[in-house]
C-alpha cells in the first residue's frame, strides 16, 4: 500500500448477493470513486461464461443448448460471437478436430477494474492454463468443471441453476486484456508458495501451539491443507499486475505477529472438512500437513 501512496484505506466484499460475514458482502459497489488501490478477485474469471465451440474438418462451430420433451440436448451450429474464431486466429499453429472454451466480452469488467483504479493493483487468484494446453490438434474434451456438492459431474446438464460451472482461465488471453487496459505482470505464482511467501507456515505453526483440543487443530490443519495441496488448490496461479513502474519482493515483507495471532479457525466443520476414513490423524499429521 505503501507503494501507491496510501497509508489509510478500506475494504469493499463485493459478490452476487448480500451476506454478513468478517467483513459485509455487498452484490454492488456504491459511490465508486477512483482512487489507488487493490483490486483481489478470487477465482472470478474461471466463472464468467464462456462459449464452448468445436472443430470439425478446419471449420468452428459453436456448441448450443436446445430443449425437447422437458429434456436438454447439445446441438452444434454457427458461431454465435466472431470473438471465438478471433481468438482462435491468434493462435500460431493450425488447429483441427478439437473442442474447447473461450470466454468473451471481457471488456466489461475490465472496464470496471479501470474505472475504480488510477494507481494500484489486480491481484487474480484463480485456476488456468497456457496456450499450449488449452488449444492442441485431438483435444477431444473440454476443461470445464460441473460440481455439485462438493463432488465432479460429467454431464453439464446436471441439476441446471444449482451447479458451480467453471472453466480454465486462459492465461495468455488475460494477458492481453490486462494490457489494454495498462497493466502488466510483477509476478505468477502457485497458490502454495504465495501462501507459504505471507506466513501461512509460521500461521500453522502457532495453530499447533493453541490451547484447543488436538481434533480441532487437526481439522482446521486438514482444511487448510487443502489450499496448498500440490496437486489440487495449491496450484491455483496467483498474479500480480498493476499500472504502474514498480517491484514487489517478499524478501521485503516482515510477518506481522499479531495477523497471525488473528488466525481464523473454523466455527463449524462443513462436510468437506470432515476427516477422510481413510486417513488416521498420524498420517494426516506427519505426512499430509507437514510437507
Known sequence: MKKIGQSKFEYKAIDVTDSDSIFPVKSKLYNKKKSNGIIITNELFDALPHHLFSIKDGVVFEKYVQTKNNNFSEIIEAPSDSCIEDRLSQISYDLDNIQGEIICKKNKIMNQFKSVLDK?????IDYGMKEKDLFYNGKKNTFMSVISNHSFQDNYFHTPGLSDITFQVDM?????EFQKIGFSNNF?????????????????LHLSKLEINQEEIIKNRYAINQLIKPNGMGNYFVRLD???DNSISFDELEFNQNHVK??????????????????????????????
Open 242 to 244: 498493476s499500472n504502474f
Open 262 to 291: 488473528m488466525f481464523p479457525l473454523l466455527e463449524q466443520f462443513p462436510q468437506r472438512f470432515e476427516l477422510p476414513s481413510i486417513y488416521n490423524q498420524n498420517i494426516i499429521v506427519n505426512e499430509e500437513l507437514n510437507k
Open 172 to 176: 495468455e488471453d488475460l494477458n492481453n
Open 188 to 204: 505468477i505464482s502457485s497458490q502454495r508458495q504465495f501462501l507459504y511467501d505471507l506466513g501461512l507456515g509460521e500461521a500453522l
Open 120 to 124: 494500484g493493483y489486480l491481484l487474480t
